[in-house]
């Protein structure tokens, strides 16, 4: 079974912190990693798609590394506002297997 | 394209009735995927399609699910009977076939609650 573990589990930040948090996964067999946002009441959405080790991607304040040898990502969110505030699942693709999400890390951006 | 479309958004039921859960996915894409998502476990796969064929249903939990995709518009996700542990919200999300990006698209989910 795929472990796919994600840190911390719940955050609260003051708008404005800059803010990460991680996602492990398996260093064998690795395909890609992806992040997702999702917020209350709506579906997840893609943030990222990551292949290669290394790999860095930004989307305006948010980014994230990737390093596929030591089976671990950073998401990076920098002056945190409150419509970050989120769920941010982190998923992995092994070579002939599906995605498997982690639980997710619940951001809480207080004003 | 109007994205992944899932029906009914909201579904409550009583314990021991079929329930079925239905979803369209975005057209052109070749894989289709049903999840359930629960606070104790997260988001769980219960079962993918590529082309219109079932590859993986080790994530159904037992026989009272059943999941078909007569064509490639269209798939069904049937709990016969239900039982008030099935209460979850329960997604579809489609991709297309291709190298390297294997992002999926999520549909609005059906919030299930079996009384």
């Not at chain 2, 069904?76 to 076939?97: G, H, M, N």
């Amino acid at each position: 079974i795929l472990n796919v573990e994600q840190s911390p589990q719940s955050l609260h930040v003051q708008e404005g912190d800059s803010t990460n948090f991680t996602c492990s996964f398996p260093s064998s067999n690795f395909y890609a990693l992806h992040w997702y946002r999702w917020e209350t009441a709506k579906s997840p959405e893609a943030l990222f798609v990551m292949t290669l080790n290394g790999d860095e991607k930004k989307k305006g304040r948010i980014s994230a590394t990737l390093n596929t040898k030591e089976g671990y990502s950073y998401l990076y969110i920098k002056g945190s506002q409150p419509e970050d505030s989120a769920t941010y699942l982190c998923a992995f693709k092994g070579g002939n297997t599906p995605l498997v999400f982690g639980k997710g890390t619940r951001l809480s951006v207080i004003a | 394209d109007a994205g992944v479309i899932q029906s009914p958004r909201h579904e409550v039921t009583e314990m021991g009735q079929e329930v079925t859960l239905r979803c369209k996915p975005i057209s052109g894409h070749d894989y289709l995927f049903w999840y359930r998502q629960t606070m104790m476990r997260g988001l769980e796969l219960l079962i993918y399609f590529n082309n219109n064929v079932p590859i993986d249903d080790s994530g159904m939990p037992e026989d009272r699910f059943s999941a078909k995709m007569p064509n490639a518009s269209f798939s069904t996700l049937k709990i016969q009977p239900s039982e008030p542990r099935d209460s979850a919200v329960y997604f579809c999300a489609s991709r297309r076939q291709g190298l390297g990006n294997y992002e999926q698209y999520f549909g609005p989910g059906t919030r299930l609650t079996v009384t």
